[in-house]
């Protein structure tokens, strides 16, 4: 073990004995201390869920990049495990950047990883190089292959950009193994290449699956490439996208490419959506359980975001709800995984609540909440103007979920939420229209909201940190209409 591993084992050994169990989400993965972005090597080995993550644990800021690891049996209940890999190698020691993992035959679990090394030029500027190298291991400790990087800039196409040439998802396929990777091409657009080895370590430049072709934003971060239900998905998180109505907003996103791939092989889209339609989401990656699920988990913050945090928290960064996914009428649904119902409290249920105004309803609170909420017009010729929830409520600090029938608009809101810094406190997004009819399921964990709507044909995620004492859940109206609530308590 090299001493920048051993060194951040014993300092994240030492440095969770003093978190707080209730500074950190219910169910929601968050870093064992300090940073955490990216989910990396999600993957099952050995009857477990294995959640590594990008990692910086000496602050609560991005630095040299590390992979965290964690355990689950049901992806809800997560045990830390000690740091896997340290930027402690020639060609990865500015980071060991975002991966994916697989077990090989002989029984080990690979991880494979972007490594990166910082140069300079001629002018004096420096530049990252990235490379994709691997590391072998027993569910716990791992070494790194003595032949990295196993992916260079040698193997690339033509026109492929070696500066950015990152974040491979692994998988196999009729016994060969496979691997996509996201690129900036020279002329500064983003593309998905792919990679095909026979024994995970000697690989092989094999096609460009997928070309941005100037439409969502530069390079494209994090691919995930898998199929379900019939089609051919391609996950990315785009870096710098231009908005394109309310399906795609500044900054970075998520995209999620519906196709199939052609008698000749060739990957033919179909439809492109968002993901995630709230304004912390990125990089997801995705898993198939032992049941044949498709689970997807992204990280539940945002690039453009980083101010909003807690600074009397000894971690930043977490992630979202473990999601089953679905292809339905050519779209995206996820909703979260069903596994949440085993932890279930008391249930609260109230149907056909008229309301008005603002309506506090009994025992209808909590920061630690599964519950749908089904909004209909009292008189079917007289339409509601606004519909809202408010939660996480003292009186002072509060968050908002805002539905217009009219214009078929949800809005999320966290800008009372106790944040200090003018940063992205809204987002809106288009749903099908129902006549005023809408099913809002909303997943509330101390730290975070996710918001499921319409059985899941859109997610609307944030994080909030208001006060963990703000439990207080309202809703409003501008008209009349008709409500039905089921509230379930979540408890570990």
């Not at 809800?76 to 000690?82: E, R, S, T």
């Not at 009729?174 to 792919?194: A, R």
Request: hydrophobic content about 30%.
């Amino acid at each position: 073990m090299s001493e920048l591993l051993e060194k951040a084992r014993e300092y994240e050994e030492r440095k969770e004995k003093a978190i707080e169990e209730t500074k950190r989400p219910l169910f929601h993965l968050s870093p064992r201390c300090g940073w955490m972005n990216d989910p990396n090597g999600f993957s099952l080995y050995k009857g477990e869920y294995h959640m590594f993550y990008q990692y910086y644990p000496y602050r609560t800021e991005w630095g040299p990049m590390h992979w965290g690891h964690a355990v689950s049996k049901d992806l809800l209940h997560w045990q830390y495990l000690p740091c896997a890999l340290a930027p402690d190698s020639p060609y990865d020691k500015d980071g060991c950047f975002s991966g994916s993992a697989i077990e090989l035959e002989d029984g080990r679990q690979l991880l494979v990883y972007t490594g990166v090394l910082r140069k300079q030029d001629e002018n004096g500027d420096y530049y990252d190089v990235q490379t994709q190298c691997v590391a072998t291991g027993d569910g716990v400790n791992y070494v790194k292959y003595g032949e990295n990087p196993v992916i260079a800039g040698d193997l690339l196409p033509d026109g492929a950009g070696k500066r950015d040439f990152r974040d491979p998802k692994i998988w196999k396929e009729q016994g060969v193994y496979h691997l996509v990777t996201g690129n900036k091409t020279e002329d500064g657009d983003g593309q998905i290449l792919e990679f095909v080895s026979k024994d995970g370590f000697h690989w092989d430049y094999e096609k460009t699956v997928i070309k941005n072709n100037c439409r969502f934003g530069t390079m494209w971060e994090c691919p995930d490439y898998f199929p379900l239900d019939d089609k051919q998905i391609l996950m990315t998180s785009p870096q710098d996208m231009l908005p394109e109505g309310l399906e795609f907003h500044n900054g970075n996103g998520t995209l999620c490419v519906i196709g199939s791939v052609n008698a000749e092989g060739e990957y033919v889209e179909e439809n492109c959506q968002a993901i995630d339609y709230g304004i912390d989401f990125y990089a997801p990656q995705t898993i198939l359980t032992e049941d044949g699920r498709r689970v997807m988990i992204g990280w539940l913050q945002n690039w453009d975001n980083l101010s909003i945090r807690r600074d009397d928290f000894p971690w930043f960064g977490q992630m979202s709800i473990p999601r089953e996914i679905h292809i339905q009428d050519g779209r995206l649904i996820q909703n979260p995984i069903r596994e949440l119902e085993n932890y279930y409290g008391k249930c609260i249920t109230r149907k056909g609540v008229l309301i008005s105004d603002s309506c506090s309803l009994s025992n209808i609170e909590g920061r630690c909440i599964d519950m749908t909420v089904e909004v209909r017009p009292s008189q079917a010729d007289h339409m509601y103007k606004k519909f809202e929830i408010r939660f996480a409520d003292n009186g002072k600090a509060y968050s908002t979920i805002e539905f217009d029938p009219e214009q078929n608009i949800v809005k999320i809101d966290r800008k009372h939420s106790g944040s200090r810094r003018a940063i992205v406190h809204q987002r809106r997004c288009k749903v099908s229209g129902n006549q005023g009819k809408i099913k809002l399921r909303m997943i509330l964990d101390r730290y975070s909201m996710e918001l499921f709507i319409n059985d899941g044909e859109q997610a609307m995620s944030m994080g909030i940190f208001t006060d963990i004492n703000a439990d207080g859940i309202c809703f409003k109206a501008a008209g009349e209409l008709l409500l039905d609530v089921t509230m379930h308590e979540l408890k570990k």
